[in-house]
């Protein structure tokens, strides 16, 4: 007997379509709505490490990550200037285990498809186009309005609607998002023939200038600059931002110059960061993945504390026979703390290249998470 017969879904991100793919297989009826008119076939790339590769094996769906993303081992540093020289080949701890590679970097939309296709699979109703617009609760349920029309009761509400989350905001949890002071250009590029690993240039006139593979063939490349309001650039313009910023960046930067000249987009967002203290349940509504937290891309740990997240809670949820007070609190003692040292790590990572900290210790910050994140959730 779970302890839930009938669950409610906003967004249709990682961390709302982990969740509706666990519920599903465990026999639990679930409605996803999500206020996007269809699943997104845009956006650049994404990494993943090995906590969230587990992830992915709970839920069934691996295989299919496994051959659509581009696996890899170690991170290469390089220098900015002639040559882009590999000044440091650092090893990778394999967060998810030895059974999983250390680092996988895909394609976000390949990645949403895979995840969406196994949601529907298992059965999960998924709602493009609705919006959950009021939430209202007793002791055992929760009703929504979607688009302002009634869409049923439910055992439990989870928001994991993102950043922005409306879902939040409605449950009474008055947290919003915070810049950090970075702002990141990403492109989707071709992949060029002498990259096989994930490489970050530190130095030079961006604070870090990276680009990780996604396939075979492909890889996504970015800057990170300080936040400004580019909300004004056209396409164009943004691409001829981004080719001059990276002047500087030789090696594999001169073929993924090549590639934006020649079209490859190029997308602009901020650093944000934000926590919401325990609870993150409000009665029988509670908030995952970036409603919940979320950090700079510094460690790469953004969609995998949003799995970790789905992976606890459904746990939780099959596992028990009632969502009481117990349940609550294992879900945020397992859960928030790890979430806030991964937030508290990522932007931390950022702020010493915004003070301009020549000795700090990156290496052991970076280490300390990654012995963290390979413990399980």
Known sequence: MTAVQKVAIAGAGVAGLATAIFLSKAGVEVD????????????????????????????GVWDEIAAAGK??????????????????????????????????????????RILLSAAEKNGARVHFGQRVTRVSQTDDGVAIEVDGEPAGTFDLLVGADGLHSAVREMIGIHVAPEQTGMGIWRTFVSLPPDVDRSELYYGGPMYIA????????????FLVEAAQDRSGATPEEARRIMVEQSRAYDGPW????????????????????HLVEAPWNRGRAVVIGDAAHSCPPTIAQGAAQGLEDAAVLSELLVNRDAVDQALWDEFHARRVERAKAIVDASVQLGQWQLDGVRDADMGGLMFGVAQLTAARA
């Open 32 to 59: 996803l709505y999500d206020a996007q008119p269809a699943l997104s076939t845009r956006g650049s790339g994404i990494t993943l490490q090995g906590n969230a590769l587990r992830v992915f094996d709970e839920l």
């Open 71 to 112: 696996a890899f081992e170690g991170l290469n540093l390089r220098a900015p200037g002639p040559g882009a020289p590999v000044v440091a080949a650092l090893p990778d701890l394999k967060t998810g285990g030895p059974d999983y590679p250390s680092t996988m970097g895909m394609s976000r939309p390949d990645l949403a």
């Open 210 to 221: 990276g680009y990780t593979p996604t396939g075979d063939d492909t890889m996504y490349a």
């Open 254 to 273: 001169n073929h993924i110059r090549a590639d934006i000249e020649a079209g490859a987009d190029a997308n602009y967002t901020w650093f944000t960061r």
